[in-house]
């Protein structure tokens, strides 16, 4: 049972509560020092029975059930022909009741469950576009820190790439240079995410064209090398696929961004296994590593906006975006995408770590 936003008679926000004051007239004053008892077992009586009823102490109810199941209780009303009018002599407030007709009561019912409707749909666009625009604020903070952090790369690199090249060591000038290429693309990368959070309708505006799958993963692991290096990371392949999708130009970040979360919260020293399947029909991409063990309750939030683990959490900051964003490429492009993870089997700095597989299905 619920109570309308528009609130035309009284009505009942609790079985065990007296009728609520409507904004035609108000609830009998009687009501209020009814027989509680016997006024909730009525309630719960009726509540079950759509249409017009008698209280026990003469006055009308109507019980109205909206188009979502939802019923609504009017009652402390006088309805033509659905009162006891030998025992409303003498009921306090009686005779401030206007006497009203079934025939006016029904529409005016309905048309309350309309406007509530209305305005709760409007409540709930609201709602959204606060969380987009709230959404949106976090990623483009997010987006522009990063971009700034891979810009300071980029100079730290052009600068280093500038030296080697006047001091003639052109073997490390190459690597340097793979180096800027790398950063370069982690930053277009970064700009991608953001425009499928801002602008999605655009990813698949545009035309598809054929793509490995493969090759999309392993060109992501020769971009992240440095940043898996750093952290002694090694990232393996096992298997192959030749096979290829029809994919939008924003499937390339996919790849980026589960690798890429990997290696984040992997420990140092660790190995990261992509195993690559063809079966009929389908290409299985897993990908294996350790990261930080997920409490009770929050595997079922893995893949929401913005959400991060308590271990997560404390091991290194985030936005809580990428299995979010992973998961919306999967959707645009008809992929199934999992996630499991086996319990905790070892510690680091107090943060316990578990095997993490992220699992990505692609039609063919």
């Not at 401030?96 to 309350?112: C, E, G, K, Q």
């Not at 483009?140 to 060591?169: P, V, Y």
Request: with cysteine.
């Amino acid at each position: 049972m619920k109570a309308p936003v528009h609130r035309l008679f009284p009505y009942i926000q609790s079985n065990d509560s007296p009728p609520t004051n409507g904004t035609l007239h108000d609830a009998p004053s009687h009501c209020a020092r009814a027989d509680r008892a016997k006024c909730s077992a009525y309630y719960r009586r009726i509540g079950r029975t759509p249409g017009v009823h008698t209280c026990p102490y003469g006055f009308s109810s109507f019980v109205h059930r909206e188009s979502d199941g939802e019923v609504v209780i009017y009652s402390g009303m006088r309805i033509a022909g659905h009162e006891d009018k030998r025992a409303l002599r003498g009921r306090a407030g009686a005779a401030d009741i206007p006497r009203l007709t079934l025939s006016a009561v029904r529409p005016a019912a309905a048309r309350a469950a309309a406007m509530e409707g209305e305005q709760r749909r409007r409540e709930s666009r609201v709602a959204e576009l606060e969380g987009f625009v709230t959404a949106s604020k976090e990623l483009g903070n997010f987006t522009l820190h990063e971009i700034r952090r891979l810009n300071a790369q980029l100079k730290s690199q052009s600068e280093s790439l500038s030296r080697m090249l006047s001091d003639g060591s052109h073997e490390w000038a190459r690597d340097r240079a793979d180096n800027l290429f790398a950063t370069s693309t982690l930053i277009s990368i970064r700009l991608d995410a953001y425009d499928l959070e801002v602008n999605p309708e655009q990813a698949i505006n545009q035309h598809r064209r054929s793509v490995g799958v493969y090759s999309k993963f392993d060109k992501c692991r020769h971009v992240l090398r440095t940043q898996a290096s750093a952290r002694r990371i090694k990232v393996l392949f096992d298997g192959e696929s030749h096979s290829m999708i029809d994919a939008f130009p924003i499937f390339d970040l996919l790849p980026y961004v589960l690798l890429e979360n990997a290696i984040k919260y992997s420990p140092d020293d660790q190995t990261i296994a992509l195993t690559f399947e063809e079966s009929r029909g389908q290409i299985r991409v897993q990908l294996a590593s350790y990261g930080p063990t997920l409490e009770a309750g929050e595997w079922d939030r893995v893949f929401d906006r913005g959400f991060r683990g308590k271990h997560a959490s404390a091991r290194s900051p985030g936005s809580g975006l990428g299995l979010f964003v992973a998961q919306r490429i999967c959707h645009i492009h008809g992929i199934s995408i999992s996630a499991r993870s086996g319990p905790s089997s070892t510690a680091i700095d107090s943060v316990p770590y578990s095997e993490f597989v992220v699992d990505v299905l692609c039609p063919r």
